[in-house]
């Protein structure tokens, strides 16, 4: 058979494969596309390797690429490999790979935002534009050693950070090994103690908070959405961005979707008369949005993760708890008036482990009506008194 002329190549219409050399092909896909395929056999396996469209490449330089991939094979070595380390990525470039294979088991939001940021500020400027086969452990010590003790718990993320993203560059053949793994140990200080556990408001201080809460001067959508998150037990995520498709008014129940539970499953809350009331409040603010805590200053937006801690902030009661401290304080509640424990676990949406676990399949629902509404007569002054919050 004659090899196909740069004029046959171009005059070429129908689907299919047409060869022109040993091991080349002038490949026409269904649309029409042309491009230049190499058929080989590495170690016993075949092979198609792509060697770029007809239009950018011209049939001399696709017969000049293919031979000398052949030339590799018959000497032992394998062009793709060669391939592979001609594109090697900057760390950058792999760094976004990596964001990108990870995005879908991220439900949390400000987790995937975060993960790109820390990079961006720690990383980036110092070898965010070398090729990953490149970076050596001193360099990823350059990285880390700022900010390994000044800011331990970045400097650890950091770390996992740039970890990860060599081991998907270690998974694709780009380095051999990952530096920033355990080899680094040694010359990495010993960090100093992390914090175990929230700032969390003593049980019997809540209602005086609240009441300090509610003569502040915070914005009554975070007054309301701070109550919201005492009473309910909740995360701070899970409140702020509820909307009113997720209250049935009529069950005084609120369902929350599994995609914004830590979790990742659905999750109901039964609403105690002083929640109801924080509802019946906030619905005019939301101006008939979607939204139940909709931001004042964007009304089209949710009120922002600080919102909350901000008022925490201005009355001072940041120094005793964090927003999320505050479902500690409910838990304390629960041990010491002897609730039991599988209500309380149920109510904070934890996920139970064990044993226990695999057994413990209901939600106590009804249940948990009864202990909600316990501790939201508890919070609003043991007599079920409900307190409306002014702007």
């Known amino acids: 058979m004659n090899r196909l002329t740069v004029t046959q190549a171009r005059a070429l219409k129908n689907r299919g494969m047409y060869r022109a050399d040993p091991t080349l092909y002038l490949n026409i896909a269904s649309g029409g596309s042309k491009s230049w395929i190499q058929r080989l056999t590495i170690n016993g396996r075949r092979h198609d390797i792509g060697l770029g469209s007809f239009e950018l490449v011209t049939m001399a330089e696709a017969r000049d690429k293919a031979f000398q991939n052949r030339r590799i094979v018959q000497a032992g070595g394998n062009p793709l490999v060669e391939k592979r380390k001609a594109r090697v990525p900057s760390f950058r470039e792999a ?3 990596t964001f ?5 088991r ?5 987790v995937a935002s975060n993960w790109m940021q820390q990079l961006e500020r720690h990383a980036f400027p110092i070898i965010g534009d070398m090729p990953v086969d490149k970076i050596g452990r001193e360099d990823v010590l350059r ?5 390994w003790t000044s800011k331990p718990e970045v400097g650890r993320k950091v770390r ?8 998907w560059a270690e998974a694709h053949g780009h380095v051999q090994t990952n530096v920033a793994g355990d080899a680094i140990d040694g010359a990495l ?4 103690a992390v914090k175990a556990h929230f700032r ?7 209602g005086t908070a609240l009441a300090t809460v509610e003569a502040s001067g915070a914005s009554l959508a975070a007054k309301l959405a701070l109550k919201f998150v005492v009473l309910t037990a909740c995360r701070s995520g899970e409140v702020r961005l509820a909307e009113w498709s997720e209250i049935d008014a009529v069950s005084a129940t609120w369902t929350i979707p599994g995609s914004r539970m830590k979790n990742g499953t659905e999750h109901r809350v039964p609403l105690s008369d002083a929640a109801v009331e924080v509802l019946e409040q906030a619905r005019p603010l939301s101006g008939g949005r979607a939204l139940v805590f909709r931001s004042p200053r964007s009304p089209n937006r949710a009120l922002s993760d600080m919102s909350l801690t901000k008022v925490l902030r201005t009355t001072g009661l940041a120094e005793k708890t964090v927003v999320h401290g505050l479902r500690s304080t409910f838990r304390d509640w629960c041990a010491d008036t002897g609730k039991p424990r599988e209500l309380a676990e149920a109510a904070l949406a934890h996920t139970v482990g064990g044993v226990e676990g695999a057994y413990f399949r209901s939600d106590v629902f009804e249940r948990r009506r009864v202990l909600m509404q316990a501790w939201a007569d508890f919070v609003t002054g043991g007599t079920g008194t409900v307190v409306r919050m002014h702007a």
């Open 95 to 97: 760094s976004k790979a």
């Open 100 to 104: 990108e294979a990870n995005r879908p």
């Open 106 to 110: 991220w439900r949390n939001a400000k």
């Open 143 to 147: 990285v880390l050693t700022p900010i």
């Open 160 to 167: 996992q950070r740039v970890r990860a993203t060599l081991r």
């Open 189 to 192: 200080p010993r960090q100093p």
């Open 200 to 206: 969390a408001l003593p049980y019997r201080e809540i």
